[in-house]
């Protein structure tokens, strides 16, 4: 079975580090993008930035470049999301996603396929 | 960054009938539209992709249409288990993926 497994639930105080993880299982992990994706209580989804855990290239939303680092490590088929200093504004949900890829024609259709089932950072003094 | 604006906010129907959300993108992504629904504290589950392909395991009730800026989601005939929020998502070029900011489709 393809699964994304993350990490639990997290508390924190302002100012503290903080790394969540997602873990693939049940294909070939180095061959997928993996998306990040944050949802504040009561709201929408924002797509954060995706990494290629092949080679750990990654690309963020200008809405989160400088605030958050994606990372993988390939030999334990484990994507991070991290913070150098948690704020309050960080609380939300944070789901991984794995970024499918299609071609039809001259067409490339990508869309997130397998999700994992979120990471809960609440952030308070 | 491309802005996509999903409409109505938010809709109130009953069991049986035929919903359509829609989703504007701010400027032409051809087809590369998909649609999430997502039900209170679960992950989304991917219904639609390209558009109008359905995601294999979904039932055929979902349909998609559209392309350049437009785009629609319909539901033929709404079961209990459809109450949820709707998302369509951008995918055109790099990234950032955008999302519209969500349908939630109540019980009337």
């Known amino acids: 079975e393809v699964q994304l497994v993350q990490s639990g639930a997290e508390v924190k105080k302002p100012g503290e580090s903080l790394r969540i993880s997602c873990k693939g299982s049940?294909?070939?992990?180095?061959?997928?993008?993996i998306a990040w994706v944050r949802q504040m209580p009561g709201k929408g989804l924002e797509w954060m930035g995706i990494?290629?855990?092949?080679?750990?290239?990654?690309r963020y939303s200008p809405s989160f470049q400088g605030h958050i680092t994606m990372s993988a490590d390939k030999s334990i088929s484990t994507a991070y999301l991290q913070w150098s200093s948690v704020e309050a504004s960080d609380t939300a949900m944070y789901f991984c996603?794995?970024?499918?890829?299609?071609?039809?024609?001259?067409?490339?259709?990508?869309?997130?396929?397998?999700w994992g089932k979120g990471t809960t950072v609440t952030v308070s003094s | 960054d491309i802005q996509m604006t999903q409409s109505p906010s938010s809709l109130s129907a009953s069991v049986g009938d035929r919903v359509t959300i829609t989703c504007r993108a701010s400027h032409s992504i051809s087809s590369y539209l998909n649609w999430y629904q997502q039900k209170p504290g679960k992950a989304p589950r991917l219904l639609i992709y390209?558009?109008?392909s359905l995601q294999s395991g979904v039932p055929s009730r979902f349909s998609g249409s559209g392309s350049g800026t437009d785009f629609t989601l319909t539901i033929s005939s709404l079961q209990p288990e459809d109450f949820a929020t709707y998302y369509c998502?951008?995918?055109?070029?790099?990234?950032?993926?955008?999302f519209g900011q969500g349908t939630k489709l109540e019980i009337k």
């Open positions: 996603a794995r970024r499918q890829y299609l071609r039809v024609s001259w067409y490339d259709y990508y869309y997130m396929d397998v």
């Open positions: 998502q951008q995918s055109s070029n790099t990234p950032p993926y955008t």
């Open positions: 990494i290629y855990p092949g080679d750990s290239e990654t």
């Open positions: 049940g294909y070939s992990f180095t061959n997928f993008w």
């Open positions: 390209a558009a109008s």
